[in-house]
């Protein structure tokens, strides 16, 4: 299969189409489950989106495995902020100085910490026999668009590949407890959608792992 129907665009491009219901996404799909009203009171701008955490830790992740070191230094700086000079330390993530000079950052801040940990991440997956072997071929966050039971969709990939197909990329907490995030999250749901969509512009339906 080719990738000539796959586009690339920036993700806070794709995700402002989303957030304005110009397209449908998958997390919005969740939100419609969910609740209607919900979903209408997101796409409107009355509800705000916010971002834990964790959920920024996994986006870095992903950046740095699936686009590699200079897409990651494209959109993330490295650093643990402003030192007091009285401690000789970092102010710390949680205090006024560090929100003021992360504010004047053109990047989004990982810690040192984090980012020690996102490598490690990072040469797990290399090291892994399958994951390395889906990731040897292919093209990371590629978006596609198409209208889908009389709905403009669109969708986000983490990595597609031509011979093997549609690959996903989850960081979770534990694989003890994965099979509840599944759940919790939706993946399910969101494999689904995304498979619905590629076949809808394929006309072939793709293997995913």
Not at 11 to 16: L, P
Not at 52 to 63: D, L, T, Y
Not at 74 to 92: A, H
Not at 124 to 133: C, F, I, K, Q, R
């Amino acid at each position: 299969m080719n990738n000539n129907f796959i586009i690339h665009e920036p993700a806070d491009e794709y995700h402002a189409r989303s957030r304005s219901g110009e397209y449908m996404s998958s997390h919005l799909l969740a939100d419609f489950r969910e609740s209607p009203a919900l979903y209408r009171k997101k796409v409107t701008g009355k509800i705000e989106e916010t971002e834990s955490a964790a959920f920024i830790m996994g986006r870095a992740a992903h950046c740095l495995i699936l686009e590699g070191r200079n897409a990651f230094d494209k959109e993330y700086v490295v650093s643990d902020g402003p030192i007091n000079p009285r401690t000789g330390e970092s102010y710390g993530s949680k205090t006024k100085a560090f929100a003021e000079w992360a504010a004047t950052q053109d990047r989004e801040v990982v810690s040192g910490k984090d980012y020690n940990f996102i490598l490690k991440l990072q040469t797990g997956v290399w090291l892994h026999p399958v994951a390395s072997e889906l990731l040897a071929n292919g093209e990371a966050e590629g978006v596609i668009r198409t209208e889908y039971s009389g709905v403009p969709c669109q969708i986000r990939m983490d990595w597609f590949n031509p011979a093997l197909g549609l690959v996903d990329l989850k960081t979770c907490d534990s694989l003890k407890w994965f099979e509840s995030d599944c759940r919790r999250y939706g993946y399910i749901h969101q494999l689904a959608f995304y498979r619905a969509v590629i076949r809808e512009v394929t006309g072939q339906n793709v293997e995913t792992d």
